[in-house]
């Protein structure tokens, strides 16, 4: 017999998959499994709940209304001219999308490890999934935010200055932060997949670090002398820049948008890099 | 016939014990190791997999050196124990896992079925989860599409398709289930035990299934224990046994080495007792051809066979065989007519056509003399006989015939 098939094998099973062996055109093979679980964290999360997808408005609400009066009104702490709803409700949905991203990513090797156990497709599918529905539930909270944006420039017109020629900037926001919260939550997810202990560091880390980004505060009052750690924080210039883009307020410099930009790149890669090295056998530890 | 499938070398080290404490530091020390180029401390080579001794070190190799190929249009059982490397060679096959060492080869597509019904989400409803169980097993969303209603017909569910799965009742999502997997349509199949669910009727729904599978060309890998679904099914068949490859071959050949494996050193052997004038030295359980068996198939005749010494002559001896289960309830008794024997060993043959159903009892001995009006000896439970069931897609019994299950000629006329 001819020796026709020794070299046309369409999958090696090999003990050590190198670092950088991503099979991303595997991705584009799944594109309608990531779609259905797309949909199904979407439709599964609201399923037999009264109010349904209300409740992806009601927590920013009611945040919004806590931080109003707390930090605004007995804290009396700045909004820089901008009535206080506004201001908080900014930072909250920004700082939201990135903390749910983060969170709800840093669980996908651990938290599906019967599904993963079953049966094989690529496991970027389930995290890049959750971003993603993550990412409706983003821009109706933008569109509450639209919402309360027009009923006070209705209201009061004069106090507030929007402009809008710079909204080409809220899709690289969007991204900016996806990509640095699925960043984060790969690299948590294949440390977890082992080391159950950081799981518990993610949920109370991610919600110290809010403090240390202007969401409640402008970073124009921040001391000179702290500045440099609220600017660590690679979240702050997009918090920063989201107020900047609708009402032109705040301190954005070009430094900490490269930072953040740079930031971003090497979290993303660093957290891809883990997961796809852990994802091949985190099976065995989990 | 080309090969499809070709495994070089495969072995797989598992990490025993609890993980979590002390893991951290056992990684650092590995990892220090591994900088000075030294052996990994915690594994010890040439450990192998057999559970019921604990080892020295806490890995253990559920796989070692396995090399096998598999042509287009196999169908190749795999048995074993529990514990054998079955389902960790079909992980590595599917991908779930990776090998320690060794590469494995694969031409086409390959899918996996190591559980039915993965991933659905008990909120979705049925039709939503054909579409998400199908994607996860590989299919495409036009595949899906096309095949819907026909995955929805088999299912014989169609009344509550878009009712959410956790109304359904376990015997509905696992027909939904195995709906889904029946219509994947990948070049490679691995199977691990799906059968395992379900009842009877729909076990022999689900071979009548694969066989067809099987007669369209297609390559299936089959994990299971049932042996006689690996028989009726596959023609081809490995044994693995503590991680290694013990034999392969055809099915018939590979179940008999299997089996033999099993049952042997099950005779046993009893006290010599000399101031008795009969005693029983060793009783067996086997097949028809007086093969040793453990575990005889239910409506497959078997013997039982004692062997007995006679210290000198005896008159109006009594051979009784009794079953009864291990909650102590006596089910039968079968003896000789009283028999005269000279001084010397015999053996008696007891062959019948199984009535039993499924289970396990013991079988208890007794001899006595005088037409039983005394008895020389009694041994309680000298023997644990089992029956199982062994699911043949031609032939499928219910689970509430009764203890005992029997075909009968009946005489059959007109009445008038």
């Known amino acids: 017999m001819i020796k026709s098939n020794s070299n046309n094998w369409d999958l090696t099973i090999t003990p050590h998959r190198g670092w950088f062996d991503f099979h991303l055109s595997e991705i584009w093979q799944y594109r309608d499994l990531l779609k259905i679980y797309i949909r199904r964290n979407i439709i599964a999360q609201y399923k037999q709940t009264i109010l349904g997808p209300i409740w992806i408005i009601i927590p920013p609400i009611l945040t919004t209304l806590v931080f109003t009066v707390i930090f605004g009104n007995i804290a009396n702490i700045s909004t820089e001219g901008l009535p206080k709803p506004l201001f908080y409700m900014a930072g909250i949905i920004t700082w939201n999308y990135f903390s749910t991203a983060l969170t709800s990513t840093s669980n996908s090797l651990a938290g599906n490890a019967g599904i993963y156990g079953k049966v094989y497709f690529p496991r970027i599918i389930i995290p890049l999934a959750t971003l993603i529905s993550s990412l409706v539930r983003y821009f109706i909270q933008l569109m509450l935010f639209f919402s309360l944006l027009g009923y006070f420039i209705i209201n009061n017109a004069d106090s507030i200055q929007v402009q809008l020629q710079l909204i080409w900037l809220l899709p690289v926001l969007v991204i900016l932060m996806g990509i640095q919260g699925l960043g984060f939550g790969l690299l948590f997810s294949a440390i977890t997949s082992k080391y159950r202990d950081v799981r518990f ?86 | 016939m080309s090969t499809v499938i070709k495994i070089e070398n495969i072995s797989k080290l598992y990490r025993l014990g609890t993980i979590g404490s002390g893991t951290l530091q056992n990684d650092l020390k590995r990892w220090w190791a591994k900088i000075n180029k030294k052996e990994d401390p915690f594994q010890k080579i040439g450990e192998r997999n057999i559970q019921n001794k604990s080892g020295i070190s806490n890995q253990i190799w559920a796989l070692k050196d396995i090399n096998l190929e598999v042509n287009q249009g196999d169908v190749l059982g795999i048995i074993g124990k529990n514990g054998a490397g079955k389902s960790t060679l079909l992980k590595i096959l599917s991908r779930i896992t990776s090998p320690t060492t060794g590469i494995a080869r694969i031409k086409g597509r390959i899918a996996s079925l190591l559980e039915i019904g993965t991933g659905f989400h008990p909120d979705l409803t049925g039709r939503e989860n054909i579409y998400l169980n199908g994607a996860i097993l590989g299919m495409l969303r036009n595949e899906i599409d096309q095949r819907l209603d026909e995955i929805i017909d088999y299912s014989g ?210 001899l006595s003399m005088l037409n039983g009006k005394e008895t020389i000896q009694y041994l309680q439970n000298a023997k644990t006989i089992k029956f199982e069931n062994y699911v043949d897609k031609n032939m499928a019994f219910d689970t509430n015939c009764g203890l005992i299950i029997n075909q009968q000629d009946v005489e059959i006329k007109l009445s008038n």
């Open chain 1, 201 to 286: 560091l993610i949920g109370f880390g991610v919600q110290l670090l809010m403090y240390a980004s202007p969401v409640i505060f402008p970073l124009s009052i921040v001391p000179e002398k702290y500045k440099w750690i609220i600017l660590a924080n690679p979240m702050s210039a997009i918090v920063e820049s989201f107020r900047y883009m609708v009402f032109e307020v705040g301190q954005v410099c070009f430094n900490s948008i490269l930072y953040t930009l740079i930031f971003t790149g090497g979290i993303f890669f660093l957290g891809f890099l883990f997961f796809n090295h852990t994802e091949k056998d985190f099976i065995d530890n989990a």
């Open chain 2, 157 to 366: 569910i169609e009344r509550y398709i878009d009712t959410p799965v956790k109304r359904y009742s376990s015997g509905m999502y696992v027909r939904l289930a195995f709906a889904v997997a029946a219509h994947l349509e990948p070049e490679i199949l691995l199977i691990d035990e799906v059968l395992a669910v379900g009842d009877i009727s729909f076990q022999a729904k689900c071979l009548r299934k694969m066989d067809s599978i099987a007669k369209q060309g297609r390559t299936v890998l089959f994990v299971s224990h049932n042996i006689g679904s690996i028989r009726v099914l596959c023609d081809k068949a490995i044994l693995l046994e503590n991680g290694k490859l013990k034999y392969k071959g055809t099915a018939v050949e590979t179940i008999d080495k299997y089996l033999e494996g099993i049952d042997k050193a099950d005779e046993d052997s009893f006290n010599i007792e000399e101031d008795k004038i009969a005693y029983v030295t060793k009783i067996k359980i086997t097949d028809i051809n007086e093969k040793s068996l453990n575990t005889i198939p239910i409506y497959k005749p078997y013997k039982i066979i004692v062997s007995v010494t006679i210290t000198s002559f005896i008159t109006d001896f009594i051979l009784g065989v009794g079953f009864s289960t291990f909650e102590n309830v006596s089910l039968r008794t079968i003896w000789l007519k009283p028999t005269s024997l000279d001084k010397g060993e015999y053996l008696f043959i007891i062959t019948e056509d199984n009535i039993y159903y499924t289970g396990k009892y013991q079988i208890n001995l007794g």
